[in-house]
């Protein structure tokens, strides 16, 4: 809902579909004794929201926050992972003549509550990133993001999830209906350590086309 054409509310309801997958990331057509990460009802999420628009800039600030219990896996396990989810995100656009500005930041905290040892660890996530685009024909972009975590052994993949970096990107569009992308993303520290961080730094080279 939008009042006063400033101020925005939401409420969603998520569930898994009838879907799943097994402990390798395959599909399933219906969810099965292997499946992962399947929803235990509802997962509710909702947002708060105030804008201020004019002809020249738009500027938004809201909160967000999600709750979720989740079999870690087996739809038929008595225990669930839960998931606290709350954070505060903005964003501002602008005019520059023919060119034009955007920003973009969020935070979000997320407490997990681990049912195969009853740990609760949080992770922080902070992204901001800012574009300049010239005449709609290209854009630059460049972000950061940081990621810090409690010690734990049930992170994916590691037991310090801190990370940070940063990311550069450059976009041109010849024509409406092709774009060219390349992307730099630089880490700083990886998975809780600065040793051997730029290893995992990575390119990436997108071409877009609608026929």
Not at 54 to 73: K, N
Not at 138 to 161: A, C, H, I, Q, R
Not at 167 to 191: C, H, S, V
Request: hydrophobic residues 35%; negative net charge; charged residues 20%.
């Amino acid at each position: 809902g939008m009042w006063d054409n400033q101020f925005y509310a939401e409420v969603t309801f998520y569930r898994s579909a009838h879907l799943g997958a097994d402990s390798a990331g395959n599909e399933q057509v219906a969810p099965t004794p292997n499946s992962v990460n399947t929803i235990e009802g509802v997962a509710p999420y909702w947002r708060l929201a105030w804008e201020n628009n004019t002809a020249e800039r738009s500027f938004m600030i809201g909160l967000i926050g999600m709750h979720a219990s989740i079999y870690p896996s087996g739809i038929g396990s008595v225990e669930h992972n839960r998931y606290n989810d709350i954070g505060i995100d903005t964003q501002y656009q602008g005019k520059l003549g023919d060119n034009s500005v955007s920003a973009h930041a969020s935070y979000i905290t997320e407490k997990r509550t681990y049912a195969v040892d009853g740990t609760t660890p949080k992770i922080k996530t902070l992204k901001a990133d800012g574009s300049y685009f010239w005449t709609n024909r290209m854009v630059g972009t460049l972000g950061y993001f940081n990621v810090t975590g409690d010690d734990n052994s049930n992170w994916e993949n590691t037991t310090k999830p801190d990370s940070d970096g940063w990311i550069a990107e450059f976009t041109y569009l010849p024509w409406q209906n092709t774009k060219f992308t390349a992307q730099y993303r630089m880490y700083g520290k990886f998975d809780g350590t600065t040793t051997d961080a730029s290893n995992n730094d990575t390119i990436y080279l997108n071409l877009w086309f609608v026929w």
